[in-house]
């Protein structure tokens, strides 16, 4: 069984940085997919990037050149730095593993942490 912790979170004015992390027990990172998703109150979980079965990371469209995903094998933890934060950022995050390099699909997901609050101010 894989457990997924979120941390991270917090209030940040825009134009600020938060580094998320998402640490892992019960299996090893690397030999899985994994992606960060944001969902805020009233919409569908939205993905925003993550990390292939190679390594290979990617990004969506509103967080490319803002965030950077990242993986630390020995701590088993996934990383979300986000530079630049905007208001339209503020949702809770979450990291989860998927079964294939489908990460963009919330179904090919097998296990989610509990999420992270990140709000941005303006």
């Known amino acids: 069984q894989l457990q997924l912790v979120e941390s991270g979170g917090g209030l940040v004015q825009a134009g600020g940085s938060l580094r998320l992390s998402c640490a892992a027990s019960?299996?090893?990172?690397?030999?899985?997919?994994t992606g960060w998703y944001r969902q805020v109150p009233g919409k569908a979980r939205e993905y925003i990037c993550g990390?292939?079965?190679?390594?290979?990371?990617m990004y969506e469209d509103p967080v490319k050149g803002r965030f950077t995903i990242s993986r630390d094998d020995a701590k088993n933890t996934v990383y979300l730095q986000m530079n630049n934060l905007r208001p339209e950022d503020t949702a809770v995050y979450y990291c989860?593993?998927?079964?294939?390099?489908?990460?963009?699909?919330?179904?090919?997901?097998?296990?989610w942490g509990h999420g992270t609050q990140v709000t941005v101010s303006s």
């Open positions: 989860g593993v998927a079964r294939s390099d489908r990460i963009w699909i919330p179904a090919e997901y097998d296990y």
């Open positions: 019960g299996r090893p990172l690397k030999t899985y997919a």
């Open positions: 990390i292939t079965l190679l390594g290979l990371p």
